[in-house]
């Protein structure tokens, strides 16, 4: 009865910019749970429950297939290139979290987080996050969950360092991210801009040229044997 009589925020679409120099992640998350992930080349969509995965100009060309397909799609040409072949899937791990000061972004409170993401023995490796409860920005950390999620199960031999999966449980156990900041990212990752206006659902559609699970093997296959020989895909 007291979770019904709160007064919880009305749901409206949320869009929201990150920035780190010149690069921009942008999320955009609709009141129907329908939402989209952009960040450099890479695509993240979810619509009606499904979730979507886009490369942007991959091989000259932009690849749409569903989720489960593509990750396989990345997986077999992962294993093909040799500089990534042979790489081990990392263990999962559990950062040290220590609390910094609270922080503010955009008028949202937050709590400041210095993150080792395998433990305080190696400093130099340590980030600082800010993350938050705000019900403004709430739709938002669900979505980078998935998106980052997918990511490392696409390409976790590539986070050696564990920062990737750092980030990710300091999301699910901290709110939504305000900023990022390591020496391995270069720039600080902050939250740039923050809109509740409506978002144009074609936004959230699904690309009519859909690539399927037999054309992306057919795909993988193809790039496989250019690695073989040589080739750049």
């Known amino acids: 009865m007291l979770l019904v009589l709160a007064p919880w925020p ?6 929201a910019l990150y920035r780190a120099g010149d690069d921009r992640l942008t999320v955009e998350v609709a009141d129907n749970g329908d ?30 297939g569903r989720r489960d397909d593509m990750l396989k799609f990345l997986g077999v040409l992962f294993r093909a290139d040799p500089q990534t072949a042979k790489l081990a899937t990392p263990d999962p791990i ?15 409170k937050g709590q400041g987080w210095r993150v080792w993401p395998k433990g305080k023995r190696d400093p130099a490796g340590s980030m600082d996050m800010a993350c938050t409860d705000a019900p403004q920005l709430a739709p938002v950390g669900p979505v980078l969950q998935a998106m980052v999620g997918t990511f490392l199960t696409a390409f976790a031999p590539m986070d050696k360092g564990g920062h990737f999966r750092a980030i990710l449980a300091v999301i699910r156990q901290k709110g939504a991210p305000l900023s990022v900041q390591g020496a391995m990212m270069g720039a600080k990752m902050q939250l740039d801009r923050l809109e509740t206006g409506r978002i144009d659902p074609k936004r959230f559609a ?16 193809q790039m496989k044997s250019d690695l073989e020989k040589g080739k750049t895909p």
């Open 35 to 64: 939402a989209r992930v952009e960040v450099g080349e890479f695509v993240y969509l979810r619509h009606g429950g499904a979730e979507y995965l886009t490369l942007e100009k991959f091989g000259g060309i932009s690849i749409t």
């Open 206 to 221: 699904v690309p009519e040229d859909l690539f399927s699970a037999e054309m992306l093997d057919a795909l993988a296959a």
């Open 10 to 15: 009305a749901l409206a679409d949320v869009s």
């Open 94 to 108: 559990t950062p040290t979290v220590e609390p910094l000061p609270a922080t503010e972004v955009l008028g949202l």
